[in-house]
């Protein structure tokens, strides 16, 4: 890269650093409200008002979940001023949110204002592909960066001249979940199992890094295929939810081959002796099999493949004739 080419990158780094500068907003708020929400069922109500901020902390495990749901019981004094309340979705917060903060800098993503209803859900989806909808009485938001567990909204007016009582008033203000509507699978294998596929209904499927594989609820048809094992294939019910485990207990794909004889015979295979009455750990192809009891020799050659069982044996008659 050339000396002219490298000024021009950093000059465009500058510039770039710039406009998030530009975009940061630096802001102080009456006080924060800290919401943890659950995996499940809706967080404890708490009192917000219109110079506040609220963090909804994210649930540990945030596998089923699309997005937060936040709401919002206005007050009657506030829901007669309409439009006149914004509330703002940030990203990039620092510091961390606590119920003691009061000091933030963020990037503010998205907006919306409160309608004259006295209730409101602020729905924010997390995922994309999500199957979150508006209604008349929730407004959906862009997806914020989560990644550090909690997402942020912030209450200030839109308009100046409301009287006192709606300066003062309190919001109710409660959060929840919005669950996705896939289940999951996790397929349970052997440590010697290597690598292998896995297909659903006939479709080859990925698992995340949490070793989960989403899918729709209901009967599924599970196929495992391995070189190494013997293909399974197993019916499993998806619950919405939840995490369906499906423990494998391969079978190895290496022909079982076993040799009976009469005691006192002497067994070679591919001219090497070995004991009669046991199982033999082979590989696929032929295999030359010789039967030695006294002085009766007995020679059979046999195809061997992988995924199939053998059972070889030699009879020794004796023929008995009455005269």
């Not at 209450?155 to 309190?170: F, I, R, T, W, Y």
Request: one cysteine or more; aromatic letters at 8%; charged letters at 20%.
């Amino acid at each position: 890269m050339s000396l002219i080419d490298k000024r021009n990158l950093a000059a465009l780094a500058i510039f770039a650093a710039g406009l998030l500068c530009i975009k940061a907003e630096v802001f102080r708020t009456r006080k924060t409200l800290c919401l943890n929400v659950p995996a499940s069922g809706s967080s404890e109500s708490k009192a917000c008002g219109i110079n506040d901020c609220v963090a909804a902390f994210l649930p540990e495990d945030t596998t089923f979940v699309q997005g937060v749901e936040i709401t919002v019981k206005v007050p009657q004094t506030v829901a007669a001023y309409r439009n006149t309340i914004l509330y703002s979705l940030y990203n990039n917060i620092s510091p961390i949110p606590t119920e003691k903060g009061i000091d933030y800098s963020g990037v503010e993503i998205y907006s919306g204002l409160y309608p004259g209803q006295l209730a409101w859900t602020i729905v924010i989806p997390l995922v994309k592909g999500n199957t979150i909808k508006t209604s008349p009485y929730a407004d959906k938001t862009l997806i914020p960066d989560a990644s550090r567990g909690f997402v942020f909204l912030r209450n200030q007016l839109a308009m100046k001249g409301v009287p006192k009582s709606v300066m003062e008033a309190e919001f109710e203000v409660s959060a929840k979940a919005v669950a996705t509507d896939y289940g999951a699978l996790k397929v349970l294998a052997p440590t010697d199992a290597g690598e292998y596929s896995v297909f659903v209904d006939d479709k080859p499927v990925t698992a995340n890094e949490k070793g989960l594989i989403l899918l729709k609820p209901g009967k599924r048809n599970v196929s495992i295929v391995s070189d190494k094992f013997r293909n399974e294939t197993r019916a499993v019910m998806i619950a919405q939810g939840q995490v369906t485990k499906l423990s494998l207990d391969l079978q190895s794909v290496a022909p079982s081959v076993r040799v009976s004889a009469p005691e006192g015979t002497k067994v070679y295979v591919d001219g090497v002796e070995t004991a009669a009455n046991t199982s033999l750990d082979l590989e696929a192809g032929e295999h030359i099999f010789k039967f030695n009891l006294g002085g009766y020799e007995v020679t059979k050659k046999v195809a061997i493949q992988n995924g199939k069982s053998y059972n070889i044996s030699v009879n020794v008659d004796a023929s008995v004739k009455e005269e």
